[in-house]
């Protein structure tokens, strides 16, 4: 009679045998982390076990396929968003890699909102991915298949745009905020700082960079920022909340937090923490693929639903390197907002306007009917 373990390894071969689910993690692994076989390569798990088994063999299986060396990492991770600190065996493990994988509970997932995290990757040559697509669902969907060029064409051309550096957010809810955002230089879409894909599709990036798998955001700390800002979803939380928050904004401090009691317990965090009412973050989405309602469901918007196309979200507390330090960070936003960014709209009530330029529909018909890349799903 089989145990309860053997039976779960035999049911986490079996999905591997799926097609899908290896075309996902190797998506991930060759794809949008670009692992070379003479990288060193950490995949951190937590000792929870929340993430499915069967996705964790699929990438276990596609970093074999590269040749490159693998450690496995289980700890009880710590909390990022509330600053807690990495262990020494973790600090060590971290510090001997060229690549982090991290595959965590998604309300544990923004390892990027942490100052050890950061620190470990300017410091040594090290590039992290943390793995949202934590079950069969997502790592066997269109958002964890989308092409890698057009992602970073998408994701650079976006960040292009922040050439004027005013931008306006609103929305039907009462969103009224002004910032002012540092410039990104011009220049090739698919050739960045951050990353680039070269003549040959293949997606090359440098170490100090922070991604999610799937992903989808355009993020940074503004220059300025004032006005009026009001969440329909908070990280902490699924699905839309009881009572929309709002917060008042003025010269980067949150001033003033309404709403219901989802509004108290934010209050109560950001009063918690060292400089917890900073306002450190403003973030649009970009793909369109990134599931609604499977991000619905979840209590970590931040993770799946802030990807998708449309989308924006906003977050107070540390913003790594810039801005005030804070052990604290926490996610808020909604999905129909209209950005403005000087004279160019670029999200029209929740729609993504890229996704009509011809230029991305061209390279999306390289990979196919570009309706399937570029129409939202659900
Ligand atoms: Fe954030």
């Not at 964790?56 to 490159?68: F, M, Q």
């Not at 262990?87 to 982090?100: D, Q």
């Not at 931040?302 to 979200?313: E, K, M, Q, Y």
């Amino acid at each position: 009679m089989p145990t309860a373990s053997s039976a779960n390894r035999s049911a986490a071969n079996k999905a591997i045998e799926n097609g899908d689910l290896m075309r996902g993690a190797r998506n991930c692994v060759n794809g949008y982390c670009a692992i070379q076989r003479d990288e060193r390569v950490l995949l951190w798990l937590d000792r929870n076990d929340t993430v499915d088994p069967t996705v964790v063999n699929a990438l276990v299986t596609a970093i074999d396929e590269t040749g490159a060396p693998l450690s496995v990492l289980r700890t009880k991770a710590p909390i990022f968003r509330y600053g807690q600190r990495l262990s020494p065996v973790e600090e060590a493990a971290i510090s001997n890699a060229n690549v982090l994988m991290h595959v965590f509970d998604l309300e544990n997932a923004a390892s990027v909102d942490n100052a050890d995290i950061y620190r470990c990757m300017w410091e040594h040559e090290l590039r992290v991915t943390s793995v949202i697509a934590t079950t069969p669902r997502i790592m066997n969907s269109d958002w964890a298949h989308y092409p890698p060029e057009l992602h970073y064409y998408m994701w650079i051309k976006s960040a292009r745009l922040l050439c004027d550096t005013e931008a306006h957010l609103t929305d039907d809810l009462g969103t009224d905020l002004h910032m002012k955002l540092f410039p990104w230089p011009k220049g090739d879409p698919l050739s960045s700082s951050w990353a680039s894909v070269d003549k040959k599709a293949k997606v090359h990036r440098p170490a100090g960079t922070w991604e999610f798998f799937p992903g989808g955001t355009i993020a940074l700390c503004p220059k300025a920022v004032e006005g009026t800002l009001v969440f329909e979803l908070l990280e902490g939380f699924a699905g839309y909340l009881s009572e929309p928050i709002r917060l008042t904004i003025k010269d980067h401090w949150v001033t003033k937090v309404e709403g219901g009691t989802e509004a108290k317990w934010l209050k109560e965090r950001m009063r918690r923490y060292n400089n917890g009412s900073y306002f450190c973050e403003f973030a649009w989405g970009i793909n369109p693929r990134s599931p609604l309602q499977e991000g619905l469901k979840v209590k970590a918007p931040d993770s799946l639903l802030f990807r998708r196309a449309g989308s924006f979200h906003c977050a107070v507390g540390l913003w790594p390197g810039m801005g005030v330090p804070s052990p604290f960070h926490w996610d808020g936003g909604g999905l129909k907002p209209t950005l403005t960014l000087g004279k160019k709209t670029v999200i029209d009530r929740g729609y993504f306007t890229m996704l009509d330029d011809p230029d991305v529909r061209e390279l999306a018909s390289k990979y196919g009917n570009p309706e399937e890349f570029l129409s939202y799903e659900s």
